[in-house]
């Protein structure tokens, strides 16, 4: 001990005490608290108004930023794991997914190398593999938490293309091509352009499903220089899944990379209610699940999968004078798997609640929302003003209020939010506007959704 410290941030002191007291009181409260608001957006010169500068050179001490954030910023941003948060995918973390990221932080946990984080690399492993072999993928299967579904489908995807170069030799396509559906993520799209590859979209049907015969077409088109199918298992529009099990039979054909997009729906594979819906899964070479969506982990979090790691450590692994003693290794280091180097152990959250509840636990959470999405929308198809787009294969479920037109959908939408009911923003779709309850929340009740059904009379 000194009693001369250089600074008060590091040292443990009253003052230390104090605000770690107090950030974990709020945590305490904001974690174990059932009535949090949906709370709603406001304009940035009302924050300023509210907040005024919060930077300054003598700081404002721990007691004044933390009542600031818990009354000025939090309120501004709208409950993503409530109840009646309905639009986009929400987010519905576990209480031990949630404690336990603050472990993550209070540990000063590095994910990044074996060599310093052996036993949190360890632990997120074993949830990898025990996804892998739920969707059907080989023991040596394995990967690494990125940041999202869109960081995972571009290592993947650029994983693939490295993997083409390596079969191509010295010959090189003109353009590399990714072959699609019409429907998948803009994720897929945003990857190639950062890629600079062309991206070959195949026409669905008209359910929206990505068919094999299409895709064999743009494999006979683009040939080698193709870097991967990728197909769609729950798209977020609709939750549809595309045939994965016709195109992975193109595979004795073809020899191709087949990712599968799974961001949001690959988490229903372990439902026992839509394993079924999943056959083909077991031969891609690469699959994403985000587990900050259906499988209840906090932000930010994706399972990115190779059936042959190898071929993501020949992608992505660093080579750097620094990094020596790391890329000279046999051991595993996530950081080798995707784009990134320095990594929190993003995955530990999830691993911590899954070790605490079990499997049996997140299948069943999962059940919950798949058969919401059914009995609402047999709800829906009783009420004569209502019109269901598509039955729900997931957990999505769209319709369509007759007669209304989007400012109708847009008011309807801004009052709910007003009066702190829901959050249901409008859709689209074949260019009619919608609405759209995306159910991944396993407090979301039937009552709910009922109620905000009552509104659209
Ligand atoms: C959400 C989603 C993505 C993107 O994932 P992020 O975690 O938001 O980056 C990609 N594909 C599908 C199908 C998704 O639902």
Same mark, same amino acid.
């Given at each position: 001990?000194?009693?001369?410290?250089?600074?008060?941030?590091?040292?443990?002191?009253?003052?230390?005490?104090?605000?770690?007291?107090?950030?974990?009181?709020?945590?305490?409260?904001?974690?174990?608290?059932?009535?949090?608001?949906?709370?709603?957006?406001?304009?940035?010169?009302?924050?300023?108004?509210? +907040?005024?500068?919060?930077?300054?050179?003598?700081?404002?001490?721990?007691?004044?930023?933390?009542?600031?954030?818990?009354?000025? $910023?939090?309120?501004?941003?709208?409950?993503?794991?409530?109840?009646?948060?309905?639009?986009?995918?929400?987010?519905?973390?576990?209480?031990?997914?949630?404690?336990?990221?603050?472990?993550?932080?209070?540990?000063?946990?590095?994910?990044?190398?074996?060599?310093?984080?052996?036993?949190?690399?360890?632990?997120?492993?074993?949830?990898?593999?025990?996804?892998?072999?739920? $969707?059907?993928?080989?023991?040596?299967?394995?990967?690494?938490?990125?940041?999202?579904?869109?960081?995972?489908?571009?290592?993947?995807?650029?994983?693939?293309?490295?993997?083409?170069?390596?079969?191509?030799?010295?010959?090189?396509?003109?353009?590399?091509?990714?072959?699609?559906?019409?429907?998948?993520?803009?994720?897929?799209?945003?990857?190639?352009?950062?890629?600079?590859?062309?991206?070959?979209?195949?026409?669905?049907?008209?359910?929206?499903?990505?068919?094999?015969?299409?895709?064999?077409?743009?494999?006979?088109?683009?040939?080698?220089?193709?870097?991967?199918?990728?197909?769609?298992?729950?798209?977020?529009?609709?939750?549809?899944?595309?045939?994965?099990?016709?195109?992975?039979?193109?595979?004795?054909?073809?020899?191709?990379?087949?990712?599968?997009?799974?961001?949001?729906?690959?988490?229903?594979?372990?439902?026992?209610?839509?394993?079924?819906?999943? +056959?083909?899964?077991?031969?891609?070479?690469?699959?994403?699940?985000?587990?900050?969506?259906?499988?209840?982990?906090?932000?930010?979090?994706?399972?990115?999968?190779?059936?042959?790691?190898?071929?993501?450590?020949? +992608?992505?692994?660093?080579?750097?004078?620094?990094?020596?003693?790391?890329?000279?290794?046999?051991?595993?280091?996530?950081?080798?798997?995707?784009?990134?180097?320095?990594?929190?152990?993003?995955?530990?959250?999830?691993?911590?609640?899954?070790?605490?509840?079990?499997?049996?636990?997140?299948?069943?959470?999962?059940?919950?929302?798949?058969?919401?999405?059914?009995?609402?929308?047999?709800?829906?198809?009783?009420?004569?003003?209502?019109?269901?787009?598509?039955?729900?294969?997931?957990?999505?479920?769209?319709?369509?209020?007759?007669?209304?037109?989007?400012?109708?959908?847009?008011?309807?939408?801004?009052?709910?939010?007003?009066?702190?009911?829901?959050?249901?923003?409008?859709?689209?779709?074949?260019?009619?506007?919608?609405?759209?309850?995306?159910?991944?929340?396993?407090?979301?009740?039937?009552?709910?959704?009922?109620?905000?059904?009552?509104?659209?009379?």
């Amino acid at each position: 001990m000194t009693d001369t410290p250089h600074d008060r941030m590091h040292v443990v002191s009253d003052e230390t005490r104090n605000l770690v007291n107090l950030v974990l009181d709020y945590s305490r409260r904001r974690t174990l608290a059932v009535d949090t608001p949906l709370d709603h957006p406001m304009k940035d010169s009302e924050l300023t108004r509210l +907040a005024g500068p919060t930077i300054s050179e003598e700081g404002l001490g721990s007691a004044r930023a933390l009542a600031i954030f818990e009354h000025i $910023f939090a309120p501004a941003c709208i409950t993503t794991d409530h109840p009646k948060y309905l639009s986009f995918i929400p987010s519905a973390p576990t209480k031990a997914a949630v404690a336990f990221d603050l472990v993550v932080s209070a540990s000063a946990l590095y994910g990044g190398s074996w060599l310093e984080g052996a036993g949190v690399v360890h632990a997120e492993n074993e949830v990898l593999s025990w996804l892998a072999s739920e $969707f059907g993928l080989p023991k040596t299967a394995g990967g690494v938490f990125v940041q999202g579904g869109t960081i995972g489908n571009l290592s993947a995807l650029v994983a693939a293309r490295e993997a083409q170069k390596a079969k191509l030799g010295d010959t090189r396509p003109g353009r590399w091509v990714i072959v699609c559906s019409a429907e998948a993520h803009s994720s897929v799209k945003s990857a190639a352009d950062v890629m600079d590859v062309d991206i070959a979209p195949v026409p669905t049907d008209e359910s929206g499903i990505l068919r094999p015969e299409g895709v064999r077409e743009a494999l006979e088109e683009h040939g080698d220089a193709v870097i991967a199918v990728v197909a769609t298992s729950g798209t977020t529009n609709f939750g549809t899944i595309d045939d994965i099990a016709g195109i992975a039979a193109l595979k004795d054909d073809f020899d191709f990379w087949l990712h599968i997009d799974g961001a949001y729906g690959l988490a229903a594979m372990l439902s026992p209610l839509a394993k079924h819906k999943f +056959a083909g899964v077991e031969r891609a070479d690469s699959v994403i699940v985000d587990p900050h969506k259906w499988l209840f982990a906090p932000f930010d979090a994706c399972a990115l999968i190779y059936r042959d790691p190898r071929n993501g450590r020949r +992608a992505h692994t660093q080579k750097a004078e620094y990094l020596d003693t790391l890329t000279e290794s046999d051991e595993w280091s996530p950081s080798d798997y995707a784009i990134q180097l320095t990594r929190r152990p993003r995955g530990l959250p999830l691993w911590f609640s899954l070790a605490t509840y079990g499997a049996q636990t997140y299948r069943d959470a999962i059940s919950h929302s798949i058969d919401l999405a059914r009995q609402i929308s047999t709800e829906i198809k009783k009420r004569p003003n209502l019109r269901l787009v598509r039955d729900p294969e997931l957990s999505v479920v769209v319709f369509e209020r007759v007669g209304w037109e989007r400012e109708d959908y847009d008011a309807w939408s801004d009052k709910l939010l007003e009066e702190q009911r829901a959050f249901v923003v409008p859709s689209s779709h074949d260019g009619r506007p919608n609405a759209r309850f995306a159910i991944v929340n396993p407090l979301t009740t039937f009552d709910d959704l009922v109620d905000i059904l009552d509104t659209m009379e």
